[in-house]
């Protein structure tokens, strides 16, 4: 079956960078697109981007452009979202998660990957 | 970029009860919406997708309907189980975004 298994939690100080891992099995790792979507402690949830495994071709809104970068390693079937300029704001839960390429909807989704930004 | 406005934020019910939330874009999506249901501790779930068509292994009671910028999502007999927060969510273009969430819970 189709699964999505990330790393695990980080801490880290402000300013610094932190780089979280999405590991996909179970289809064709390059036929699909990646997103991440982030969510706050007590809150929503965020899109933060996409990337298309294919060639590595990355989306990101404006909000975070130039300060998240997306990578993949087709070899391993991973995927990367690493994230710079820490603060305190963006101690979030951290989700992966799949689009086909004919569908839009996410599914599914990894398991989460909670980093705390603390000083 | 589009907005969602999900609401209510939060309402009780009781088993039985059919309950309906509502999802409003800030202009027109078409069918391109999708309702998800996230578990405390859990990643959401997809549960409806364009806005109507039930993921497969998804129990009947959940449905959703709308087109353009209005949508409804309904349980139509609400189950212990269905307590969580369910999140609407447009892929109409670039950026994606989701609704504020509406938190369910029994009376």
């Known amino acids: 079956q189709v699964q999505l298994v990330q790393s695990g939690a980080e801490v880290k100080k402000p300013g610094a960078s932190v780089k979280v891992s999405c590991k996909a099995s179970?289809?064709?790792?390059?036929?699909?697109?990646m997103h991440w979507v982030r969510q706050a402690p007590g809150q929503g949830l965020e899109w933060m981007g996409m990337i298309n495994p294919s060639g590595g071709s990355t989306a990101y809104p404006q909000k975070f452009q130039g300060r998240v970068t997306m990578t993949r390693d087709t070899s391993t079937s991973t995927v990367y979202m690493e994230l710079s300029s820490l603060r305190s704001e963006d101690t979030a839960v951290y989700f992966c998660?799949?689009?086909?390429?004919?569908?839009?909807?996410?599914?599914?989704w990894g398991q989460g990957t909670l980093v705390t930004v603390s000083s | 970029d589009i907005q969602m406005t999900q609401s209510p934020s939060s309402l009780s019910a009781s088993v039985g009860d059919r309950v309906t939330i509502t999802c409003q874009a800030s202009?027109?999506?078409?069918?391109?919406l999708n309702w998800y249901q996230q578990k405390p501790g859990k990643a959401p779930q997809l549960l409806i997708y364009?806005?109507?068509s039930l993921e497969t292994g998804v129990p009947s009671r959940f449905s959703g309907s709308g087109s353009g910028t209005d949508f409804t999502f309904t349980i139509s007999s609400l189950q212990p189980e269905d307590i969580a927060t369910y999140y609407c969510q447009h892929c109409d273009n670039l950026p994606y975004s989701f609704g504020q969430g509406t938190k369910l819970e029994i009376k």
């Open positions: 179970g289809y064709t790792f390059t036929s699909d697109y």
């Open positions: 998660a799949r689009s086909g390429s004919y569908s839009d909807w996410f599914d599914p």
């Open positions: 202009q027109d999506i078409s069918n391109n």
């Open positions: 364009d806005a109507s």
